[in-house]
């Protein structure tokens, strides 16, 4: 059975740094795309990053660009997203997203979240 | 980054059909696929639709998905209660080498 679990998350000042962290099981997670994906208290979702499985492809949505570093660790089938210069903007639940056939839009299995919170 | 277009809601009562648009561009829409997300209260997303138009198991086959050109469109059929949640399309955007999320519609069934 697939499982992802986030964890890191929490309160953190503005211009802060958090780093989240998605556990898989389940699956061979070094075969797979990952994704982190948010979404704002009561707003829509908004993409954040993907990874290819090797780790050696990356790509971040605009507004997290120079901010947010995805990242991977297949020995340990976990997913990472390290958080800098965090502002309000960022306050969100953060889901962590299995990718099935090689796209990166194509989210099968999802965790529960974490929530973070950028605030003063 | 751009996004994709949906009516922010929907409405339709228990039994009847819904459509839900999604409107992009030939960089996105128009050359690759579009997945469709569906959200509960309360609940993380759960895939829909992938790859345009294919069901993942599980998912009942009153939950269709097409495309045509630039858009596409989910519809659902033989509303039930249980449907109501928010409705989000995707897709990858080739120009903006991004994923393009749909900014949700909130179905209520009447």
């Known amino acids: 059975e697939v499982q992802l679990l986030e964890s890191g998350g929490g309160s953190v000042q503005p211009g802060g740094s958090l780093r989240l962290s998605c556990a898989a099981s389940g699956f061979s997670f070094s075969s797979y795309v990952m994704t982190w994906v948010r979404q704002a208290p009561g707003k829509g979702l908004e993409w954040v990053s993907g990874?290819?499985?090797?780790?050696?492809?990356?790509y971040y949505a605009d507004s997290v660009k120079g901010r947010f570093t995805i990242s991977r660790d297949n020995s340990k089938n976990t997913l990472y997203l390290q958080m800098n210069s965090l502002g309000a903007e960022d306050t969100a639940i953060y889901y962590c997203?299995?990718?099935?056939?090689?796209?990166?839009?194509?989210?099968?299995?999802w965790g529960p979240g974490t929530l973070v919170s950028a605030s003063s | 980054q751009s996004v994709l277009t949906q009516p922010p809601s929907a409405s339709e009562t228990p039994g009847q059909r819904v459509t839900i648009s999604c409107s992009g561009s030939s960089s996105n829409i128009r050359n690759n696929y579009v997945y469709w997300y569906q959200q509960l209260p309360g609940t993380a997303p759960k895939l829909l639709i992938y790859r345009t138009n294919e069901r993942p198991s599980g998912v009942p086959d009153r939950f269709s998905g097409s495309k045509s050109g630039t858009s596409a469109s989910l519809a659902i059929s033989g509303l039930r209660s249980e449907d109501e949640g928010d409705y989000y399309c995707a897709a990858w955007d080739d120009r903006q080498s991004a994923v393009l999320l749909g900014g949700g519609t909130r179905l209520t069934v009447l």
């Open positions: 990874i290819s499985g090797s780790g050696t492809i990356t």
């Open positions: 997203a299995k990718g099935e056939g090689g796209s990166y839009a194509y989210w099968d299995y």
